[in-house]
C-alpha cells in the first residue's frame, strides 16, 4: 500500500459544490465567526498550556476525569501522537479506512495488517475474527467509528468483547470517533463512557467535523490519565491555538445545534438511498447504506470518467477507487444541503442517461 495522502477539499478556484469535503452541510454555528472577531486582541497572547480549563470543561460535560482528556492540533495530530508513545509491535487496520492510520502506522512498525471490510447487499461489514486473528501481544487496533469511507457503525458488544479480548492480550485500541456527532443517539456507539473500565483504550474526537471548522484544527483524545500524562510529556504544550481555545469553550453547550444536525443528516441519508436506489437501480448504480454524513457509491464507469464530468459542472467530489480495499468506479459524496444534493443527482442522471456516449 503506497503511503500517499489523498484528501478531499483540495481543489477551490473553479469549483461550486465541494461533496469531497465532510463537515457539517449546515456550516458552522454563526457565533463561532463572532468570537473571533471579538476576541483578536488575543493574539499578542500565548495560548493556554495543555488547554487546562477546557480538560476541566468537557470532563465535566462527558462526566469523566480532567486527566482523561488531552487536546490537540486536530485528531490527526493524537493519531500520531498515540502511536508514537506506545510503540505497538503490530498495528492491524481494517481497510478502507482514512489514510492517515496507515500513514501514523508505517511511521512505527512494518508490521502492519489489513483485513477488507466485506460486502454484503448494500453495506460494508467487517468480521471481528478477522482482527482476532492477527492480534500478537502488544498489537494496538485502529478503526473509525463511524467508519470512513464505508460510513460503518460498529456494534458496541462488539467493541467491549474487542477490548476485553486486547486486554487479555496485552494490546490496544484505537478508536476514531470524529463522526460520532453525526449518529443519532439512538444508534450511537460511542466508547467515551468506557474509558474509566479500560486502560487499553485510547479515543480520538474532532471539533472539525460536526461544526464544520477544519481551518481551526482542533481535536481531543480520550484515554487513560497515564497515557494522557505521556503524550503531553512529549509534545509542545501549545499545540492548539488561543482561537481554537475560545471556540472550545463557547460550543460546550451546542447540543441543539448538533441534535438539530443528526435530525437533518438522518433525514438526508433516507431521502438520498432512495433517491439513488429507485432512480439508478437499473444501470447497475450502487448506493451503500451509511451511518453518517457521506456515502459511497459504486459506480458502472471508471471513477475518473465520473469526476471529469462532475469537474466541468464546477462539482468535485472524492475518488474513493484509491482507498485501499475499494475498486475503481467508487465515489465518496459529503451529504450536503437538499438543494445540493438535487443538483449533484441530476448532474449524475444526465450522465447516466447518456451511458452509451462513454
Known amino acids: 500500500m503506497d503511503k500517499i495522502r489523498f484528501h478531499g477539499g483540495r481543489l477551490k478556484n473553479t469549483i461550486r459544490l465541494d461533496f469531497s469535503v465532510n463537515t457539517n452541510p449546515l456550516g458552522p454555528p454563526f457565533k463561532i465567526y463572532n468570537l473571533i472577531k471579538e476576541n483578536l486582541e488575543l493574539i499578542k497572547y500565548y495560548p493556554e498550556e495543555e488547554s487546562l480549563s477546557l ?85 494496538l487496533v485502529i478503526i473509525g467509528n463511524p467508519n470512513n469511507p464505508t460510513g460503518s457503525l460498529f456494534k458496541i458488544d462488539d467493541l467491549l468483547r474487542l477490548l476485553e479480548y486486547l486486554k487479555k492480550k496485552e494490546s490496544y485500541l484505537l478508536v476514531d470517533e470524529a463522526f460520532m456527532d453525526f449518529v443519532i443517539k439512538e444508534k450511537n456507539t460511542s466508547l467515551v463512557p468506557w474509558i474509566k473500565k479500560f486502560d487499553n483504550l485510547f479515543i480520538v474526537k474532532s471539533f472539525t467535523k460536526v461544526f464544520s471548522i477544519p481551518g481551526i484544527r482542533l481535536g481531543v483524545g480520550i484515554g487513560p490519565p497515564k497515557t494522557i500524562k505521556n ?30 444536525t ?97
Request: hydrophobic share 45%; no cysteine; proline share 3%.
Open 231 to 260: 503524550l503531553e510529556n512529549k509534545r509542545d504544550p501549545w499545540s492548539v491555538n488561543i482561537f481554537a481555545q475560545v471556540i472550545a469553550k463557547n460550543l460546550i453547550n451546542m447540543d441543539k445545534f448538533i441534535l438539530k
Open 262 to 358: 443528526q435530525k437533518y443528516i438522518i433525514q438526508e441519508q433516507k431521502f438520498l438511498y432512495r433517491l439513488f436506489r429507485d432512480n439508478f437501480n437499473k444501470r447497475n448504480l450502487q448506493i451503500f447504506k451509511t451511518e453518517t454524513n457521506f456515502y459511497l457509491i459504486k459506480f458502472p464507469l471508471s471513477s475518473n470518467t465520473i469526476l471529469d464530468f462532475l469537474l466541468k459542472k464546477g462539482i468535485y467530489a472524492r475518488d474513493a477507487s484509491n482507498f485501499y480495499g475499494l475498486s475503481d468506479g467508487f465515489i465518496r459524496f459529503a451529504i450536503k444541503t437538499r438543494e445540493e444534493n438535487l443538483e449533484l443527482f441530476n448532474e449524475l442522471k444526465i450522465l447516466l442517461n447518456n451511458l452509451h456516449s462513454f
Open 55 to 139: 480538560k476541566y470543561l468537557y470532563g465535566q460535560k462527558w462526566n469523566i476525569n480532567f486527566d482523561n482528556l488531552i487536546f490537540g492540533n486536530g485528531a490527526a495530530e493524537l493519531i500520531f501522537l498515540y502511536l508514537n508513545a506506545i510503540k505497538p509491535k503490530r498495528i492491524v487496520i481494517p481497510m478502507p479506512s482514512f489514510s492517515e492510520y496507515y500513514i501514523a502506522a508505517y511511521s512505527i512498525t512494518d508490521d502492519i495488517v489489513l483485513p477488507l471490510y466485506k460486502l454484503k447487499e448494500n453495506e460494508f461489514i467487517l468480521s471481528l475474527n478477522d482482527i482476532y486473528d492477527n492480534i500478537i501481544e502488544n498489537t
